[in-house]
């Protein structure tokens, strides 16, 4: 089952963007699911997660100023982002995986690892 992302985009810093991600199959399960981001030459950073009992957690780079939610029916996964910054700008990816869905393993440092990610969506801001 394919994971979409959307709601990327060019924002000028101090901006706010909203990125979806369609997910049925892995929101109903007991998977962890999260997002990660990679920048052009840099590598992929874990950005925020969330474990199969609601728990979340951001890297130190976003905290505070992004936000990790599921709608009602646990469909979809979104990320919202406040107080952008050009050091935000990077291709950003949902993930899920039911093999890091121990609360131990499901942290934004592994999200890079997971199996089950999406095609990416860009999100640029602009100084």
């Known amino acids: 089952v394919q994971m979409v992302e959307s709601g990327g985009g060019l924002v000028q810093a101090g901006g706010s963007l909203r990125l979806s991600c369609g997910a049925p199959v892995y929101a109903e399960s007991d998977s962890c699911m999260g997002w990660f981001r990679q920048a052009p030459g840099k590598e992929r950073e874990g950005v925020a997660s969330i474990n199969r009992a609601g728990n979340r957690e951001y890297s130190d780079s976003v905290k505070g100023r992004f936000a990790l939610s599921k709608d009602g029916d646990k469909s979809t996964l979104y990320l919202q982002m406040n107080s952008l910054t050009p050091e935000d700008t990077a291709m950003y990816y949902c993930?899920?995986?039911?093999?890091?869905?121990?609360?131990?393993?499901?942290?934004?440092?592994?999200?890079?690892?997971?199996?089950?990610r999406g095609q990416g969506t860009q999100v640029t801001v602009s100084s």
């Open positions: 993930a899920a995986s039911v093999t890091y869905s121990q609360p131990s393993a499901c942290r934004p440092s592994n999200l890079p690892y997971f199996d089950r």
